[in-house]
């Protein structure tokens, strides 16, 4: 596995509040195999599924020597978000950060907390060669210049493929204010902590004596203590203050009393179980209280039998991973044109939950592979349980990210969950509004949304590894009886698909 790194982003900035944008997506003619999709990671996008962008659920590719142009409509987003590629690992490099700027307050400050004197956004990002925190040379470390006693706001965005990622600064605290685009309440923290496709901003005061300081990230590792084989170097960043000084010819302060160890599943777990929405006149919590579809998703590894046990994987079967012990497969055609068109098929299958037990047997790893959806009547006021599991001896975190909407996470714990004791504790008042979740290692994380943006979304891990896998399936909002709360109709063109519509069956999420 290779390390991260983190870039400096020349970030788009936008302004709150009905702002559209128009963005081409250009495929050159030379990329002959290429397949490309863009998507506004975080952006709920009303009444308009034709421009999110995953490969096979609301688009299908742009050709090479074609293009596509999409409409992005931010509405109550306000703090940082990010734009990939969707489809294979194409992300890895095709990525971007967005700033959604709030409007003017009365006050004079744009931001419901104390205005920085500067801001910066920091991308992390996969690194084969695993130089670290690089920008312009390969070999040079990336430097965040500070003056003392001022404070600054950083947007960091977890770009990378498939690792979680504890952040520390040495001897300085880091204060978060926002989260997907959501402003939480101010905590102090010495450090944080970033799952795949997670946006954090955070404040940090240059109050430190003139000087150099280490920024530390390092992998958290989720899986079991006898996997060792990952990526154990830290990646840094400096810190530095502006200054007359000299500077010390020693290595800067490293922050060892404050960053977690690699499987620190205690301080990642503390830390997320602290960020609380910042509820607000102006930013109000509208948490459902009352619920009216509650699904259980388990969310598990798995593997496909390969003859003769001729695979690498477990077992000598290929992996694979899947959500409520199905495996997605890629249609011909997407899945937004055969819903609209209604030339589509839903089958409804049980299929039984199977836990965290240690040695279960294999025949429950064997995920059925196959296009699952679940529909919902819109405004429906939802709750989904993700349970991780497990399946086969392979327990790690898993980050559910769900399009079209952002959603509140109203608890979550480790073990199974308990239907009758654990709703009980659920936080109903101040519940972080996120549009990622992390599921705790052999944990599960509970959310609460209302399906109030008619269309196709997609549903997925953000482990790019898990997605490719198959954990994935497809939430279908109906429309809402009029035509502001309907799908927009299509656009005059979209990319053309290879397959037709009509040959379109899905399975229906019990």
């Known amino acids: ?80 978000l990010w734009w990939h590629a969707h489809s294979d690992w194409t992300r890895v490099t095709v990525h971007g950060a967005i700033v959604i700027l709030p409007p003017e307050r009365t006050d004079g400050g744009p ?60 001897g300085h605290n880091l ?72 500077p010390s010819a020693s290595p800067p302060e490293f922050p060892s009393s404050t960053l977690p160890i690699y499987k620190g599943n205690f301080a990642a777990l503390s830390f997320r179980e602290r960020i609380r929405s910042l509820v607000t006149g102006d930013h109000p919590s509208n948490v459902p209280r009352e619920v009216s579809m509650r699904m259980f998703v388990l969310v598990s590894m798995g ?84 349970q991780g599991t497990n399946i086969p001896d392979a327990a790690e975190t898993h980050q559910m990210h769900l399009h079209g909407h952002s959603f509140y996470v109203v608890g979550s714990g480790v073990g199974d969950f308990d239907e009758v004791n654990d709703p009980k504790g659920y936080n109903l008042v101040d519940p972080p509004y996120l549009n990622t979740v992390t599921v705790p290692k052999s944990g599960w994380a509970a959310i609460r949304f209302a399906a109030n943006n008619p269309g196709v979304w997609f549903l997925h891990c953000h482990f790019e590894k898990h997605l490719t896998w198959g954990m994935e399936t497809v939430l279908i909002v109906k429309d809402g009886g009029s035509a502001s709360t309907s799908i927009l109709p299509p656009p005059a063109y979209m990319p053309p698909c290879d397959g037709e519509a009509s040959s379109l069956n899905l399975v229906s999420m019990v």
């Open 303 to 386: 593997v496909l039998i390969c003859p003769n046990s001729s695979c690498v994987g477990v077992y000598g079967n290929r992996m694979a991973s899947s959500m409520t012990n199905f495996s997605r497969m890629n249609p011909t055609t997407d899945i937004l044109q055969a819903y609209y068109r209604q030339t589509y098929r839903i089958f409804i299958l049980n299929i039984d939950h199977n836990f965290t037990a240690d040695d279960l047997p294999l025949n429950v790893s064997v995920p059925t592979k196959g296009r699952m959806v679940k529909v919902l009547n819109f405004n429906e006021s939802v709750e989904i349980v993700f």
């Open 1 to 80: 596995m290779a390390a991260a790194t983190v870039q400096p982003q020349r970030a788009s900035l936008f302004r709150h509040g009905g702002c559209w944008l128009l963005l081409r997506c250009l495929v050159g003619a030379a990329l002959s195999l290429a397949r490309v999709y863009y998507y506004e990671h975080g952006v709920k996008q009303p009444r308009n599924p034709w421009h999110d962008g995953p490969e096979y659920i609301t688009q299908c590719p742009i050709a090479p020597g074609t293009n596509f142009t999409y409409e992005v409509q931010f509405t109550t987003e306000e703090g940082t």
């Open 111 to 170: 931001y419901p907390f104390t205005k920085p004197d500067a801001e910066e956004v920091i991308v992390l990002v996969f690194n084969l060669r695993a130089q670290l925190f690089t920008h312009g040379s390969a070999y040079t470390t990336y430097k965040v210049m500070v003056e003392q006693g001022k404070t600054y706001l950083l947007r960091i965005v977890n770009a990378i493929l498939d690792v979680d990622l504890f952040l520390s600064v040495a």
């Open 175 to 246: 204060t978060p204010v926002g989260s997907d685009a959501s402003y939480v309440k101010p905590i102090t923290s010495s450090y944080i902590v970033l799952s795949p496709g997670q946006t954090i901003d955070v404040l940090l005061s240059a109050d430190r004596p003139l000087g150099c300081y280490y920024i530390v990230g390092r992998q958290y590792s989720s899986n079991s203590l006898s996997i060792v084989d990952y990526n154990h170097s830290n990646v840094t960043a400096i810190l530095e203050y502006r200054g007359d000084y000299t």
